[in-house]
């Protein structure tokens, strides 16, 4: 079962309010998104780190409902 952009959004802005988020379906399959998030709780963080933020955020659903997400993820400038 494929998951929908604005449910993926919406994960990660319940988690990070702040955050500027930009979904992308890449394949137009709804399994295949790029996501790029901006929010200030990546201050500090490696990418590694603010990858698995995101993760935590889509609460396990990376590799069931969501099999493929790009990230480009950042703080604010």
């Given at each position: 079962?494929?998951?929908?952009?604005?449910?993926?959004?919406?994960?990660?802005?319940?988690?990070?309010?702040?955050?500027?988020?930009?979904?992308?379906?890449l394949?137009?399959?709804?399994?295949?998104?790029?996501?790029?998030?901006v929010?200030?709780?990546?201050?500090?963080?490696?990418?590694?780190?603010?990858?698995?933020?995101?993760?935590a955020a889509?609460?396990?659903?990376?590799g069931?409902?969501?099999?493929?997400?790009?990230?480009?993820?950042?703080?604010?400038?």
């Open positions: 079962m494929a998951m929908e952009a604005a449910e993926i959004e919406r994960l990660i802005r319940e988690a990070y309010p702040d955050a500027k988020v930009e979904i992308r379906d394949a137009g399959d709804g399994d295949h998104y790029a996501a790029t998030v929010t200030e709780a990546f201050r500090g963080r490696n990418r590694v780190q603010q990858h698995q933020m995101i993760y889509l609460k396990g659903r990376m069931g409902e969501l099999h493929a997400l790009a990230l480009t993820t950042r703080a604010p400038d």
